[in-house]
């Protein structure tokens, strides 16, 4: 079955310094890779996703991940992170050829001036 | 282009109640999820509807039903509200399988 990781639940960073929110995932079958992110009382919104081609895909704001297959983890990172970036970020999962979305539990970043 | 609707976007039940939570989409998308989020446990799935006539259980089902009355809206009910059902409910759609999920504002929900 599948499953999604995201291990850190909070992370706290200084604006201009760089992030990384860490996504690991297990599927028995090939995968499509997404990162949404959620600002207070919204819903998700897509900020990049992974299909096919370069593992390493943009967000036209400053984020990027990049598709390890071997560690099985699409991991999200941002240079320098600006306050607007405090939301939560979720990972999902969805095995090719299926409807589901698998999400994982959400990690808080909370940029701090 | 209003995208998602979601309605209400606030309800309070007593345990017992039923509610029907509403959903639609002006993007033409073929498929459309309910999902519930609670603290700590990200997205479930309740129910999603492939194609106009279809629906399917996800994660969660127990206690809820679907109806995807036509191509544009899909609703989510509530036969006899419990407090585990206090969450906030999602309503999602997309082309197809895999393609992006589009999510609406969401419903929050507080069962007495």
């Known amino acids: 079955a599948q499953s999604v990781t995201q291990l850190d639940s909070q992370v706290p960073v200084f604006e201009e310094a760089p992030v990384e929110l860490r996504c690991n995932y297990s599927s028995s079958v090939s995968v499509y890779l997404f990162w949404y992110v959620q600002y207070p009382n919204q819903g998700l919104q897509l900020l990049l996703k992974?299909?096919?081609?370069?593992?390493l895909v943009e967000s036209i704001n400053g984020f990027e991940a990049e598709f390890n297959k071997s560690q099985t983890s699409f991991h999200l990172r941002k240079p320098s992170v600006h306050i607007s970036d405090t939301a939560e970020y979720f990972c999902?999962?969805?095995?090719?050829?299926?409807?589901?979305?698998?999400f994982g539990t959400g990690t808080r970043l909370k940029v701090l001036a | 282009n209003a995208g998602v609707t979601q309605t209400p976007k606030f309800q309070v039940l007593k345990t017992g109640q039923s509610m029907t939570l509403q959903c639609a989409q002006d993007?033409?998308?073929?498929?459309m999820y309910w999902y519930r989020q609670d603290p700590g446990m990200g997205l479930r799935l309740i129910y999603y509807?492939?194609?106009?006539?279809?629906?399917d259980k996800g994660e969660v089902p127990n206690g809820y039903n679907v109806s995807r009355l036509n191509k544009r809206e899909f609703s989510l009910r509530l036969e006899s509200a419990a407090p585990s059902q206090t969450s906030v409910y999602f309503c999602?759609?997309?082309?197809?399988?895999?393609?992006?999920?589009?999510f609406g504002p969401g419903t929050r929900l507080l069962v007495l």
């Open positions: 999602a759609s997309s082309l197809g399988a895999e393609e992006t999920q589009y």
């Open positions: 992974y299909l096919s081609g370069s593992t």
């Open positions: 509807s492939a194609s106009e006539g279809t629906t």
């Open positions: 993007m033409n998308h073929n498929s």
């Open positions: 999902a999962v969805s095995e090719m050829g299926t409807y589901k979305y698998i």
